[in-house]
Nanobody
Framework: QVQLVESGGGLVQAGDSLRLSCAASGRTFGSNFMNWFRQAPGKEREFVAAIGRSGIWKDYADSVKGRFTISRDNAKDMVYLQMNSLKPEDTAVYYC???????????????WGKGTQVTVSS
């Protein structure tokens, strides 16, 4: 029903910025909440940020609050994650996810992208 494709990852130095993009296709009308998760090797997938359908409501993990900004453009079926002041601990595969209902757990997501690698060197 919904396909999600992330892009924008790469290798950067600590303090640099990256902007991740998530392109959605298919029947996206039920994607009321769009989310970003990340997963580092050997660790479980963790919540990063979420945004409501209108783009007004947003939520962030404490570890990224003040540094990352989530946004969406419904006309283009795009979701973005602006990442500033990147730290080595931000290194992970970043995943875009869609959900019909609010939730912070990975298990509550309805659709997932395949992920994009973000590597931050010190």
């Amino acid at each position: 029903q919904v396909q999600l494709v992330e892009s924008g990852g790469g290798l950067v130095q600590a303090g640099d910025s990256l902007r991740l993009s998530c392109a959605a296709s298919g029947r996206t009308f039920g994607s009321n909440f769009m989310n970003w998760f990340r997963q580092a090797p050997g660790k479980e997938r963790e919540f990063v940020a979420a945004i409501g359908r209108s783009g007004i409501w947003k939520d962030y993990a404490d570890s990224v609050k003040g540094r990352f900004t989530i946004s969406r453009d419904n006309a283009k079926d795009m979701v973005y994650l602006q990442m500033n002041s990147l730290k080595p601990e931000d290194t992970a595969v970043y995943y875009c996810a869609a959900a019909s209902r609010w939730g912070l757990s990975a298990g509550g997501m309805d659709y997932w992208g395949k992920g994009t690698q973000v590597t931050v060197s010190s």
